[in-house]
């Protein structure tokens, strides 16, 4: 589409300003582009474009409506081809999720500024209702932080204290409990949603774990519970600072000011649900019986609930205190990698990248890309650290990744082991006989870990296999029995499985 041009220098000031709010009306009738990715820049435009000309508040009211329904069909449109991002995120997805990302900006400075000196609501046209302007307003800079959650990048500045003040505002003017028209949720709803997500700790989730949760709390945000100041210490309780340009702070592990105006709130009651919802998914319940997405009966979706419980559950204390230090190391991620890595050496075909270790503590380490390509990565996944003339890779998670840019990325890795033992796994298929999977063997750490673990790709292994067969090639080829006792940890990524010998097959 092309942009039409909104001031005519041969009329005057109130014919121009006509010609430009009809303008952008005529724009909204017509068809949107083929793709949402085409159709972005020209609804930035026109969202550029009402705030350069006049008219009175109900015909801005009128266009502004029109434009917020159509952005908001872009940025839906958009959302499904950002599930299956692996980081860092391409140059050219970026430039389009900052253009959504501006867009979402635009959309919300403008609609809230409806309400700025705008004292007489008996003339207003029913689109300028307080309700539904902050309702608008707060929806859009909650999707404005979900989809930087999306990218690993850090949420815009400002944002955060913005949608603080906006609630703040409907408080003030108590609407935050109302569903506007045409609405399915109040503002209340949107914004504790939004809250939620922020302490589900989104850099150590990935993209589709990022939506899965922000739907998830969209459904289940009435389970928050306002605590007074004096609990905020509790397990799963956080605190707010409207005033703050932060997500809500966990009093376990920043204690609340007790000279602001702040709010508490618990998740125990939503954690208690999500313990229920759990079992019943452990128990063979299908997620959509229990009013959940299909991902839920996934590895990962499993996994990220386990996950968000045990946050939640606990005090979150640091077990170890992070030293600050500047040497590099060398990188390598995927279970495939590094099985060759560990079996092979360093090879072509294993892809490294130099990083710089920013702070260490004993279970694991910060590190900040240096140079090398990077390969697909994504939270959740297997890595390997090798540092200074040590010959053994450290076998690490990752546990968070943060990329403001294309050029800088940082990962979280939590140390898992000190070496890997590669496997191949042999699994019975009915369709296609033996299938060998690339597995990988943790030994147990005494007096941290008494049993080996047992690293394979998410789902690849059946909930029934409970007895499988590994091949290990070592000095001597060797055939090992093994029974798995428990699940360690589910990501998208992988499975960590707790294994032990088979002694019923000696």
Known sequence: MTNTAFNDPSADGAG???SGIRTILQWLELPMAPHPAEELPSVRAQVKALREVGGTPQQRAYALDGLYIRSCAVVADLLPDLTDLMLPVPRKTRRVIRGVLDLLQMLADDTLAMLEGDDDQSAAEPLQTA?????????????????????????????????????????????????PRNQSSSLQHIYHASILLGCAQPASLTAREVLFLANYFERFA??????????ATAPGAFWIDPARDAPALSGSRKLAPTTAPIECFSCARLSLLLKTQLAQLDSGTP?????????????????????????????GNRRFQRRRQNYRTVLATGIDGLWQLCKN??????????????NESPDGYALMHASGKIGALSVGDVAAVRTGENPNWQICLVRWAVSENPEHFELGLQILSPKAIPAILAQPSEDQGTEHLQVLILP????????????????????????????????????REVKR??????TGSVDILSIEADKKSN
Do not use: C
Request: charge should be negative.
């Open 16 to 18: 121009a300003s006509q």
């Open 131 to 179: 309700d539904l302007i902050l309702w608008r307003g707060v929806h859009a800079l909650t999707q404005q932080l979900m989809i930087s959650h999306l990218i690993a990048s850090p949420a815009p500045i400002g944002a955060w204290q913005q949608l603080h003040q906006a609630y703040a505002t409907a408080q003030r003017l108590n609407v935050e409990a109302t569903i």
């Open 222 to 231: 009435d389970q928050i519970e306002l605590i007074p100041v004096a609990a």
């Open 287 to 315: 997620p959509q019986e229990i009013g959940l997405p299909d991902f839920a009966g996934t590895a990962a979706g499993a996994g990220v609930l386990h996950r968000l419980v045990g946050r939640w559950s606990d005090q």
């Open 345 to 358: 050496g360093e090879a072509p075909g294993v892809a490294l990248s130099t990083w710089m270790i920013v």
């Open 444 to 479: 147990e750490i005494p007096m941290l870990r008494a049993s080996q673990l047992l690293v394979v790709a998410s789902g690849a292994l059946s909930k029934k296999a409970d007895k499988l067969l590994l091949v290990v090639e070592d000095e001597h080829l060797s055939v």
């Open 485 to 490: 006792t428990g699940i360690d940890e589910q």
